[in-house]
């Protein structure tokens, strides 16, 4: 079975940056698929499959890399010259958020997930200028609900908020396009679950039973039933 269309990735560059993402993530052991003993999430959801993105900041080699395609990202999706700061949501954007925020040369702020202190700045820790346009910067995104709280804070400091970057958008439910297109927020990532999904069977970093049965996920992720 075939990913979506609305998961193909609309240029090679794109294409050729989501793989070598998607590479990088199994090499350094970020990807668990584990059918037979499946993840329980806090949303209550159960999965075949986890990432950790927060294991990119310890391997130098993939931290570049990941963050040079993220500049590329930028420059062709967004613009460069339209943001004016990028800010980290708390916690696991805040490295991403620095890394980009020093290839671009631009000022960096984070965004706390409660309000600590009182006025505009409650849940921003920097420097935010009035109407500045700021770049929303994640680890991943699942339903896109996590970044809600964050396009709320920095709209609330006066902040211009059109687009969020994620390394890596889960890609399977439809939420996390819809909330991003009522907050009138471009979201943008360099991989999917269907990237890594492509790379484990290139790689056969796992069992072809384990893979047939993580594509099942992705194709009904409410639907999917544990092997047995």
């Known amino acids: 079975m075939a990913r979506p269309d609305n998961m193909v990735h609309g240029s090679e560059a794109a294409a050729a940056a989501a793989r070598n993402t998607a590479h990088y993530l199994l090499d350094i052991g970020a990807v668990n698929f584990r059918p037979e003993d499946p993840y329980t999430f806090t949303s209550g959801r159960v999965s075949p499959s986890y990432i950790d993105c927060r294991r990119v900041i310890a391997f130098p080699e993939a931290r570049e890399a990941m963050t ?8 062709r999706d967004i613009g460069r010259d339209n943001i004016d700061a990028v800010a980290g949501g708390e916690t696991a954007g805040i490295p991403y958020a620095a890394f980009i925020a020093v290839a671009l040369g631009k000022p960096m702020v984070y965004v706390r997930k409660e309000p600590k202190g009182f006025g505009r700045m ?3 820790e920097g420097a935010l200028d009035d109407g500045a346009r700021v770049l929303l910067v994640e ?7 996590s970044k809600v709280r964050f396009i709320e804070a920095l709209r609330a400091a006066d ?10 958008h889960y890609g399977i439910f439809p939420e996390s396009q819809t909330t991003m297109d009522e907050l009138g927020v471009g979201l943008h990532a360099l991989a999917t679950w269907w ?22 996920y992705l194709h009904d992720p409410d639907g ?3 092997m047995a």
């Open 195 to 216: 990237d890594v999904l492509d790379a484990a069977r290139e790689q056969g970093s796992f069992s072809s039973e384990q893979l047939d049965s993580v594509e099942d």
């Open 159 to 168: 902040a211009k908020v059109e687009h969020t970057y994620v390394v890596f």
């Open 122 to 124: 409650a849940q921003i």
């Open 68 to 75: 040079a395609h993220a500049v590329a990202l930028i420059d």
């Open 224 to 226: 999917w039933k544990p």
């Open 139 to 145: 680890d991943l995104t699942t339903d896109g609900g």
